[in-house]
Every structure is written in C-alpha cells, then in structure tokens.
C-alpha cells in the first residue's frame, strides 16, 4: 500500500533503454547517502539488482530483464531536508511495453502501476531511435511519391512513443484538451554518452527537439510546463562490454561513473537528480 507521505513514481522504457543499469547505479548513490536523495531504510526485493550490480562491480555490462519477469522494488528515500518519500521501483522487460502497443492489450498489474503513480519517467535511447518517414512525420503527397513496398507501413520510434504515452493516459483516464498536471513527466534521454561530441554542452531538451521533435512537440503541447522535465542520462558514463572487462571500472568502482544533463545542460554526477526533481514537481 502506498505511504501517504511517499511518491510512486513509474519508470517507462522499452527494451535497451537502460532501466536496469540506472536501477543499479541509483541504487549505489542512495546507499552513499551524498546526494538528493538517500535512503532512510533498507530497500526490499533487490533481487533484480544484484546480478547487475556484480556484473558492474566486475566491469562489465548488465542483461537485460526477462519479458515476463517483474518485480516491484521499495526503497524507503528523504531528501535533505529529510521529508520521506517511498519509491516503487519496477523491473521489467522492456518488451511488455512494446507488446501493450502491438496488442492494444493492459495487463492488470499495469493498469495498477499507472493509476497510482504520481509521475513517470520515460527512458529514451536517442542513438537507437529510429526516424523513419510514417503518416505522422511527412506530408501525405511525399509518401503517395512512393511505391506501396517503398513506404511501407510501419510506425516511426517517435510516434510509436507518442502513441504509447496517449494509450497509457487513456488507461489513466487523464485526457488532453487541457494540460496535463498529473502525472508529472520526465523524459530522460538515456545513454547520453553515445552522443559523443554531439552531446556537449547541449540542453536535452534541444536534443529532443532536434532528434525527436514530434515527441518534444507533444509532450510541451500536452503537459504543464511546472510537471514537465528533459534530463539527459548516462548512467555508466560510458559502454561496458558484456564480456570484456573494463578494469578502471574495477579499480574505481562503478559508483564512480555516470552522470546526469540537467536542463541547462550542465552535468551532475548525482544520479539521484531526476528522482528528487520529478518527486518536487508531483506537488
């Protein structure tokens, strides 16, 4: 049951975006108790954090989560000014989101998952996101140019993320003809260290605008700007092999690496941040 004085906040992202490796290292800044957030108390059913947790420790890159598994992590945080907040992390395949878009199908485990929480966080992998030409991103003569077999008919990464927020508020039964408060939104641009040169000293938000810009225009046209955030997220601060070991990462410990873009584009090795940030802004 939800703590009255606590938030529930849900993660969101499709498979290889990154959830795991941030659960992880979030994990490890809560426990060094140095930044936004730490805890207040022990964590419970850390079970999907620990084999990410000693690959890491090993240098090496985590697996990712099985489709079917999921598991519904509570990490009792405060923040510095100790006010209490009780944070459900969940776990899962990234591949549940993706089959709820092609099934048009909610489990009611997920149906719970939304309607409780106070905000969501949307992990996005920029790198890996794909902007093919669809109905929603070129003019409609364009596409008629083209042969039936040129086109296709398949969805670009972009709308099929927007079609996926529009489907979870309808479960929520949050509509938009007026701006959305609750829940808050944070969409997190994970693995920002693939950017490479592209990614310094850039706000996030004009990534998304550049990158994904019928996301960015949806999310600014649909969410109150006080309960809408973009960060940027590297939560290893750079590729780990599955295999190879990364021995700086073995020496330092991988609590020493990862970073987070704040709206300024500045970076914060606090990965706590996007936590805190969003928890403020459900109200």
Request: hydrophobic share 35%; proline share 4%; glycine share 8%.
């Amino acid at each position: 049951m939800k703590n009255p004085q606590g938030k529930t906040l849900l993660i969101l992202g499709e498979s290889g975006t990154g959830k795991t490796h941030y659960g992880a290292q979030l994990l490890l800044r809560l426990n060094q108790q140095d930044g936004a957030l730490r805890m207040r108390d022990a964590a419970s059913n850390l079970s999907a954090f620990e084999s990410a947790l000693q690959q890491l420790y090993e240098g090496r890159a985590a697996g990712h989560t099985a489709t079917a598994d999921y598991l519904e992590s509570f990490w009792p945080v405060e923040d510095r000014s100790r006010r209490p907040m009780d944070l459900i992390w969940p776990d899962y395949g990234g591949e549940q989101i993706r089959r709820m878009l092609e099934q048009r199908r909610v489990s009611v485990a997920w149906r719970d998952r939304l309607t409780r929480g106070d905000g969501w966080i949307l992990l996005v992998r920029v790198q890996h996101t794909n902007l093919s030409d669809d109905l929603f991103s070129r003019p409609l003569a364009d596409l008629g140019s083209k042969s039936r077999v040129e086109r296709g008919y398949r969805m670009s990464d972009q709308s099929r993320l927007i079609e996926l927020l529009q489907m979870l508020l309808h479960i929520r039964g949050v509509g938009t003809l007026s701006r959305i408060s609750s829940p808050a939104l944070t969409v997190l641009l994970s693995c920002w260290d693939e950017l490479g040169e592209a990614g310094e000293d850039v706000r996030p938000a004009a990534v998304m605008t550049e990158r994904l810009p019928l996301l960015a225009d949806f999310v600014g046209a649909n969410w109150h700007a006080d309960r809408l955030s973009v960060l940027g997220l590297s939560s290893l601060g750079r590729s780990l092999s599955d295999r190879e070991q990364d021995e700086e990462y073995v020496s330092r410990g991988p609590e020493r690496f990862g970073y987070i873009v704040r709206a300024d584009g500045s970076r914060d090795p606090d990965l706590t941040v996007p936590i805190a940030e969003l928890a403020a802004r459900t109200g």
